[in-house]
C-alpha cells in the first residue's frame, strides 16, 4: 500500500458522500437563513425589488455570496484535515505524495474547483462526485487539482484483522489461513 494513503487506504466513495451530506447540512443552515436574510422574501412572495420572483442576476450574485460560508468552512476543515462529516466517518482529506494535510490554500482551491463544476450546467459537476468510482486512485477532479486525496483514518471491517489461534487471517479474504503447530 502506498504510504501516502494513509495507515488504513483510500476513503471509499460512499464515505465520502455521506460525509458531504453531514457537512451539506451544517452549511445549509447557515447559508438558508442567509439567503432568506438577501432575497428579503416578504410574506407575500414578493422579493425587496418588489418582484415575484429572484431575477437571474439576483441568483447568480446569490449563488456567489451562499458559496462563501461554504468555501470558509471547508478551507479552514479540509485544509488542516477533517471536516465535521468527515471527522464522523472517520475519513481525512491529505497531500497525495506526504500524506500530511493540504493547508487552507489548497482546501480553499479544491472547493472553489468543486463549485465551479457545479456552476457549469451541474453535468461536470456530477461527474466531478461521481469521477472516484472510476478512478484508480479514488480522486475526484477536484482533488486531482488540489493534489489531494481522501483517506481513512481508522480501520473499518474491510480491512480489520482478527486472529484464529495463532494465524491472523483478514476479514475480507475468503481464504483462512492454517494455524502454524
Given amino acids: 500500500m502506498d504510504p501516502s494513503h494513509g495507515e488504513f487506504g483510500l476513503a ?3 464515505q465520502r458522500a455521506l460525509a ?14 442567509l439567503a432568506a436574510i438577501l432575497l428579503h422574501i416578504d410574506a407575500h412572495g414578493k422579493t425587496a425589488t418588489g418582484s415575484d420572483h429572484p431575477t437571474i442576476g439576483d441568483l447568480i450574485a446569490l449563488y456567489y455570496v451562499l ?15 477533517q471536516t ?4 464522523a466517518l472517520g475519513i481525512a482529506v491529505r497531500d497525495v505524495h506526504s500524506g500530511r494535510p493540504i493547508g ?4 480553499f482551491i479544491r472547493r472553489f474547483v468543486y463549485y465551479t463544476f457545479f456552476l457549469l450546467l451541474v453535468v461536470p459537476g456530477i461527474l466531478n462526485v ?8 479514488n480522486q475526484a477532479w477536484h482533488d486531482k487539482v488540489a493534489r ?3 483517506v481513512r483514518l481508522k480501520e473499518d471491517r474491510r480491512t480489520a484483522w482478527r486472529t484464529t489461534g495463532t494465524a491472523q487471517v483478514r476479514l475480507d479474504d475468503r481464504s483462512e489461513m492454517e494455524p502454524q503447530a
Fill in 148 to 150: 489531494s486525496e481522501v
Fill in 84 to 87: 465535521i462529516g468527515k471527522l
Fill in 104 to 107: 487552507v490554500l489548497r482546501a
Fill in 67 to 81: 458559496i462563501a460560508p461554504a468555501l470558509v468552512y471547508y478551507s479552514v476543515f479540509d485544509g488542516s484535515g
Fill in 12 to 14: 471509499s466513495w460512499w
Fill in 130 to 137: 461521481l469521477s472516484p468510482l472510476w478512478d484508480a486512485g
Fill in 20 to 33: 458531504i451530506l453531514l457537512d451539506g447540512m451544517i452549511i445549509s443552515l447557515t447559508t438558508g437563513v
